[in-house]
C-alpha cells in the first residue's frame, strides 16, 4: 500500500518475517506508489520480491555478517580476511549490493592486475562473487553481477610484472644450498633441508614430523591422519591434519638419508624431529628469512646472531678429497672473475687467498648447462658439479653405490644396487 510522509509518497509492505517496512524509494505523485506497490506484490506471488531495504545494504555490513557465518579451515579464513580487508572492501566498503555494477569490478580487477599475479587476481574477484553469491541466497540480491566474470591471464601494460619461471636446483645445486645451511642454522636445518630435496615434503608437514612416526629401522616415514602437520595461522601454531586425505602417505626412504635421520632422532628428546636452536617449533617466515633465503642468495642473514655466516662462503670443493680452494678469484686468460662469471659470489675471506699455481679449468669445472625450465637460483653455488663433503660422507659410507663407481655421477646420489655383467655370449 502507499502512503504519504511530508511532500513525498513511499511505499510500505511486509517483509518474509511479516513485519510492516517502509519503502526507501520516494515518490512525487500518488499514482506512482500505488504502482510501485502492485510491483512488489506481483514479484512475491512469482517467489522474485527483493526487499529493496536489503538490497542497499552496504558490501561493509554484508561482508561482517557473512564472515560471522562463514566456516572454513583457519589458513583459508586467513586468507579471506586478508583479501576482504586489504582489496575488496577499500574498493566496495561504501558501495551498496545493489549499486555493484560488473563493469566496475572488471575495471577495479585490472587495476589489481597491474600489480598482482593473475592467480592472486583471480582468488579475490572470486571471493567477492562468494560474498555477493551469499547474498543472491539471502533474497538480497536479485542476481550476482560477478558471476561467470573472467580475469584475462595476461596484460598488456608495460608496468604489469613478467612471470617468472620457477627455478629447479640440481641434486648437485640442493647439495650446494644445504651446506650453506648448516652454515647458518646447524645440522638439523640441514638435514631438513636435505629430506625436503628428497622426499618432496611440505613445510608443515617437515617441520611438524614426530619421531614415533620416523621408521629408520624399516626406512619410511609416516605422514599420520590427526596430527601430521604443522599449521600456522596469525602467529599461532599447532599440530593438525596435514592438508589432504592423500597426504597421509608412507615415503620410503634412501640409505643415506635413513643415517642423517638417525643422527637428527638421537640428537635430542624433543617429539617433533626439527626443531630451532632452543627446542621450540619452527616457524616459516623465520627460517625462510634468517636461513633459506640467504642460502639460496648467498646474502647476508639479518639475523645479527648468524649474520656474516653466510656471506661469500667458501665453495665446496671441485672433487671428493681435494682440498677446499675458493672458485678463481684470479685474472686469467678469461678476463677478471666478475667478467667470466658475473652472478657469482667470490669469497671474501682473508685465508683464502687465491692459489697461484691452480690448475687451468677442466671439463668438470665447467658450469651446467642452463636450466629449460627457467633460469637458476640466484646464488653463488659454483660449477654445479662441485662436491660437498659433510653430505658426500653419508652418501659414500649410506648408499651401496658410491658416487664416482660403477658408472655412477660424480656428486649426484645414486641409491639403486649396480647392475649385473651379462655374462658373455656363449660360442
Given at each position: 500500500?502507499?502512503?504519504?510522509?511530508?511532500?513525498?509518497?513511499?511505499?510500505?509492505?511486509?517483509?518474509?518475517?511479516?513485519?510492516?517496512?517502509?519503502?526507501?524509494?520516494?515518490?512525487?505523485?500518488?499514482?506512482?506508489?500505488?504502482?510501485?506497490?502492485?510491483?512488489?506484490?506481483?514479484?512475491?506471488?512469482?517467489?522474485?520480491?527483493?526487499?529493496?531495504?536489503?538490497?542497499?545494504?552496504?558490501?561493509?555490513e554484508?561482508?561482517?555478517?557473512?564472515?560471522?557465518?562463514?566456516?572454513?579451515?583457519?589458513?583459508?579464513?586467513?586468507?579471506?580476511?586478508?583479501?576482504?580487508?586489504?582489496?575488496?572492501?577499500?574498493?566496495?566498503?561504501?558501495?551498496?549490493?545493489?549499486?555493484?555494477?560488473?563493469?566496475?569490478?572488471?575495471?577495479?580487477?585490472?587495476?589489481?592486475?597491474?600489480?598482482?599475479?593473475?592467480?592472486?587476481?583471480?582468488?579475490?574477484?572470486?571471493?567477492?562473487?562468494?560474498?555477493?553469491?551469499?547474498?543472491?541466497?539471502?533474497?538480497?540480491?536479485?542476481?550476482?553481477?560477478?558471476?561467470?566474470?573472467?580475469?584475462?591471464?595476461?596484460?598488456?601494460?608495460?608496468?604489469?610484472?613478467?612471470?617468472?619461471?620457477?627455478?629447479?636446483?640440481?641434486?648437485?645445486?640442493?647439495?650446494?644450498?644445504?651446506?650453506?645451511?648448516?652454515?647458518?642454522?646447524g645440522?638439523?636445518?640441514?638435514?631438513?633441508?636435505?629430506?625436503?630435496?628428497?622426499?618432496?615434503?611440505?613445510?608443515?608437514e617437515?617441520?611438524?614430523?614426530?619421531?614415533?612416526?620416523?621408521?629408520?629401522?624399516?626406512?619410511?616415514?609416516?605422514?599420520?591422519?590427526?596430527?601430521?602437520?604443522?599449521?600456522?595461522v596469525?602467529?599461532?601454531?599447532?599440530?593438525?591434519?596435514?592438508?589432504?586425505?592423500?597426504?597421509?602417505?608412507?615415503i620410503?626412504?634412501?640409505?643415506?638419508?635413513?643415517?642423517?635421520?638417525?643422527?637428527?632422532?638421537?640428537?635430542?628428546?624433543?617429539?617433533?624431529l626439527f626443531?630451532?636452536?632452543?627446542?621450540?617449533?619452527?616457524?616459516?617466515s623465520?627460517?625462510?628469512?634468517?636461513?633459506?633465503?640467504?642460502?639460496c642468495?648467498?646474502?647476508?642473514?639479518?639475523?645479527?646472531?648468524?649474520?656474516?655466516?653466510?656471506?661469500?662462503?667458501?665453495?665446496?670443493?671441485?672433487?671428493?678429497?681435494?682440498?677446499?680452494?675458493?672458485?678463481?678469484?684470479?685474472?686469467?686468460?678469461?678476463?677478471?672473475?666478475?667478467?667470466?662469471?658475473?652472478?657469482?659470489?667470490?669469497?671474501?675471506?682473508?685465508?683464502?687467498?687465491?692459489?697461484?699455481?691452480?690448475?687451468?679449468?677442466?671439463?668438470?669445472?665447467?658450469?651446467?648447462?642452463?636450466?629449460?625450465?627457467?633460469?637458476?637460483?640466484?646464488?653463488?653455488?659454483?660449477?654445479?658439479?662441485?662436491?660437498?663433503?659433510?653430505?658426500?660422507?653419508?652418501?659414500?659410507?649410506?648408499?651401496?653405490?658410491?658416487?664416482?663407481?660403477?658408472?655412477?655421477?660424480?656428486?649426484?646420489?645414486?641409491?639403486?644396487?649396480?647392475?649385473?655383467?651379462?655374462?658373455?655370449?656363449?660360442?
Amino acid at each position: 500500500m502507499g502512503g504519504k510522509r511530508g511532500p513525498w509518497y513511499r511505499v510500505r509492505y511486509r517483509d518474509a518475517d511479516g513485519t510492516v517496512r517502509t519503502s526507501p524509494d520516494k515518490y512525487r505523485t500518488k499514482t506512482g506508489a500505488p504502482q510501485a506497490a502492485e510491483d512488489m506484490d506481483s514479484a512475491g506471488r512469482r517467489g522474485q520480491f527483493i526487499d529493496p531495504n536489503d538490497s542497499r545494504t552496504l558490501l561493509a555490513e554484508w561482508a561482517d555478517q557473512w564472515r560471522r557465518s562463514h566456516r572454513v579451515a583457519p589458513s583459508t579464513q586467513a586468507k579471506y580476511d586478508h583479501y576482504l580487508d586489504y582489496h575488496i572492501l577499500p574498493a566496495f566498503s561504501e558501495t551498496s549490493l545493489e549499486e555493484i555494477r560488473r563493469l566496475a569490478v572488471n575495471r577495479w580487477a585490472n587495476e589489481l592486475a597491474e600489480r598482482y599475479a593473475s592467480s592472486t587476481v583471480s582468488g579475490i574477484v572470486t571471493l567477492l562473487s562468494v560474498v555477493l553469491t551469499a547474498a543472491v541466497d539471502e533474497r538480497m540480491l536479485a542476481r550476482n553481477p560477478v558471476q561467470g566474470l573472467r580475469i584475462p591471464r595476461t596484460t598488456t601494460s608495460a608496468n604489469a610484472p613478467r612471470r617468472r619461471a620457477r627455478p629447479v636446483p640440481s641434486s648437485t645445486q640442493a647439495h650446494q644450498i644445504t651446506e650453506r645451511i648448516r652454515r647458518t642454522g646447524g645440522r638439523n636445518a640441514q638435514v631438513m633441508a636435505i629430506t625436503a630435496a628428497w622426499t618432496g615434503l611440505r613445510w608443515g608437514e617437515l617441520a611438524g614430523l614426530d619421531r614415533v612416526n620416523c621408521h629408520t629401522g624399516e626406512g619410511y616415514l609416516l605422514i599420520g591422519p590427526d596430527v601430521g602437520s604443522l599449521h600456522e595461522v596469525a602467529g599461532k601454531l599447532w599440530l593438525g591434519p596435514p592438508k589432504s586425505e592423500a597426504a597421509v602417505r608412507r615415503i620410503d626412504l634412501p640409505p643415506f638419508l635413513v643415517q642423517l635421520l638417525e643422527e637428527v632422532i638421537v640428537g635430542h628428546d624433543h617429539d617433533q624431529l626439527f626443531i630451532g636452536r632452543a627446542g621450540e617449533w619452527l616457524r616459516r617466515s623465520n627460517f625462510a628469512r634468517r636461513i633459506w633465503r640467504p642460502a639460496c642468495d648467498g646474502e647476508p642473514s639479518p639475523d645479527p646472531a648468524r649474520r656474516g655466516l653466510t656471506r661469500a662462503p667458501p665453495p665446496p670443493q671441485d672433487r671428493p678429497g681435494r682440498v677446499g680452494r675458493p672458485r678463481s678469484t684470479q685474472t686469467g686468460a678469461d678476463g677478471p672473475p666478475d667478467e667470466r662469471h658475473p652472478g657469482r659470489l667470490q669469497p671474501c675471506h682473508r685465508r683464502h687467498a687465491p692459489p697461484s699455481d691452480r690448475p687451468a679449468p677442466t671439463p668438470l669445472d665447467q658450469p651446467e648447462p642452463p636450466n629449460p625450465r627457467g633460469p637458476p637460483v640466484t646464488s653463488g653455488w659454483g660449477s654445479g658439479r662441485e662436491q660437498v663433503l659433510p653430505v658426500d660422507h653419508y652418501l659414500r659410507s649410506g648408499s651401496p653405490r658410491r658416487p664416482g663407481e660403477h658408472g655412477a655421477p660424480d656428486s649426484v646420489p645414486n641409491c639403486t644396487k649396480p647392475k649385473k655383467p651379462k655374462p658373455p655370449p656363449v660360442g
